[in-house]
């Protein structure tokens, strides 16, 4: 029943607002439904866009999609199917562990880690079912060490190319192993040297060139860091606050949890989720003096840091709510707040009336319009 929700949610999904990235991929859409499909190796080879470019699987889909329909509902419907099954199967593996020692700490922090990403973010749909297929495999790897979910998680580069970044840190994590003496100044370092990714993708940008060079350029280029900081910094303050206070929340909690109750967390998977995230905070931290592409791998890294506080609390055997659960409540609320804030603008106002369909009578009616 959450499944067809959730491609429900597709079906019914607004994409009226033309500052979104849901607008363009429509406009796309509609476009490939034009062209004869003896282009479809042009889309493949980026004729139309960037160039060609190692994350494929979003341009092929759309282009066949085109082939059946233009209807823009279709098109979400799908993606909103493929979300969907990357996200229940990783919720799923919570949950699995959380049956084990239920408590309202670890409640919390699981129900916030699928908050992070939800369905409502299919706006940004490549970025963000990237995320939850990386995350998949990224929490079997971190588990097992079974190669078979390194190429699962290598997979998500196909669907959005900067996990290649994500997906770097963990096979150096798979083939180094948990060494915390090196990650931990890495760590700290990256407080001191906060320019160094820049450079880094600039340098990758120049070996592969091509598309990705672009969509790198598209990151690093001063006029796009300049567009994105100017909007940043017109939205509301609680926002911007929000991203701070749960930023070092985390970092917070994380630190406190090492400092004194290090011993609790000594299982493998304990352990090994707090090395990679050790090397997740260090490329984060060096990559936020680019707005964009920081504000994309903070949210990264705040899921892979509340499941690690997930993974904390069903250590503890005690069911009273702990210090970090009280201290983490508002900003957790607030950024909840937010993000549905944020969908509001895509979410049809008639979602959850009675009656299957209604939503589609009036399509462009989002629950923004009605509520705010």
């Not at 917070?252 to 004194?260: M, S």
């Not at 409540?329 to 895509?346: G, V």
Request: aromatic share 20%; hydrophobic share 55%; net charge neutral.
């Amino acid at each position: 029943m959450v499944y067809l929700f959730l491609v429900y949610f597709g079906l019914t999904f607004v994409a009226e607002n033309e500052a979104m990235d849901s607008f363009g991929y429509v406009e796309t859409f509609v476009f490939y439904s034009t062209l004869p499909f003896k282009d479809f190796f042009k889309v493949l080879s980026g004729y139309y866009s960037h160039g060609a470019s190692l994350d494929f699987i979003e341009p092929t889909i759309t282009f066949l999609l085109s082939r059946f329909t233009k209807n823009h509902h279709i098109f979400f419907a799908v993606f909103a199917s493929l979300f969907a099954f990357f996200y229940l199967r990783s919720f799923n593996l919570l949950y699995d562990r959380y049956t084990k020692n239920p408590n309202w700490n670890a409640w919390l922090f699981m129900v916030f880690s699928v908050v992070v990403i939800p369905i409502t973010s299919l706006s940004g749909l490549r970025m963000w079912i990237a995320a939850w297929i990386f995350f998949l495999g990224a929490y079997q790897v971190l588990l097992t060490r079974n190669p078979k979910f390194l190429v699962l998680a290598l997979s998500a580069c196909l669907m959005h190319w900067s996990f290649l970044n994500l997906n770097l840190l963990l096979i150096i994590w798979y083939f180094a192993g948990n060494r915390n003496a090196i990650y931990t100044p890495l760590a700290i370092s990256s407080f001191f040297l906060p320019q160094l990714m820049q450079p880094l993708l600039e340098m990758i940008a120049g070996f592969t060139g091509g598309g990705i060079a672009a969509r790198l350029e598209g990151y690093t280029g001063v006029s796009h860091s300049e567009t994105y900081q100017d909007w940043f910094e017109s939205t509301a303050w609680f926002i911007q606050l929000n991203h701070d206070m749960i930023w070092y929340f985390f970092i917070a909690a994380i630190v406190l949890i090492r400092i004194f109750k290090k011993d609790v967390m000594k299982g493998k998977l304990e352990e090994n989720w707090y090395s990679y995230l050790l090397l997740l905070f260090t490329m984060v931290n060096f990559g936020r003096s680019l707005p964009d592409f920081g504000r994309r791998m903070q949210s990264i890294f705040i899921l892979f840091a509340s499941v690690y506080l997930f993974l904390y609390f069903l250590k503890l055997s005690e069911q009273r709510i702990r210090f970090i659960t009280v201290a983490g409540a508002f900003p957790l609320l607030l950024y909840t707040f937010i993000e549905f804030r944020a969908a509001a603008d895509s979410m049809s106002a008639w979602l959850l009336a009675p009656g299957l369909g209604l939503p589609l009578l009036d399509p462009g009616l989002s629950l923004a319009e009605v509520l705010f």
